[in-house]
């Protein structure tokens, strides 16, 4: 601050001298110090903007960082959840599949039965076609 004070006394008795060389080059120092303070406030400037950027940045990615691990988490648990119902299915799938030879065993065995009672059928009906057209014929002589 006293610089200031004795820098702003020299340009003002420099610019009382403008003549001599001495007062140039306080004039010249007075000029030079105005400029160097008003690029120094634009340079506060830019780096308070910079410094605020920065700042939300880091808020912002501190929420996405908390936002991910929330996100992980949920994930993990859903995997979590997923694969036990993929367990639970491929258990069922193999009861289904048990029940499944099960069935084909008894439907072929069925099949099996059913085609040996056809044969019988058709042998019992055509020993009864026999015998009911040797009545008729029977009948017919009588």
């Not at 069922?92 to 085609?115: F, M, N, V, Y």
Request: one cysteine or more; a negative charge; hydrophobic letters at 45%.
């Amino acid at each position: 601050m006293m610089r200031v004070a004795l820098v702003g006394a020299l340009a003002v008795a420099a610019r009382a001298e403008q003549a001599n060389p001495i007062g140039k080059v306080l004039q010249l120092m007075s000029d030079l110090q105005a400029k160097i303070l008003k690029e120094g406030e634009g340079a506060q400037k830019v780096y308070s903007e910079f410094a605020e950027w920065c700042e939300e940045q880091s808020k912002q990615l501190s929420f996405e960082i908390k936002t991910g691990k929330a996100d992980v988490a949920d994930l993990k648990a859903a995997i979590d959840q997923e694969t036990a119902t993929i367990g639970s299915l491929e258990t069922r799938l193999e009861e289904l599949s048990g029940s499944l030879a099960t069935d084909e065993a008894d439907l072929k065995a069925a099949t099996h039965i059913r085609t040996q009672e056809s044969t019988a059928f058709a042998a019992s009906e055509k020993e009864l076609s026999e015998t009911i057209d040797t009545l008729q014929r029977a009948i017919g002589i009588i």
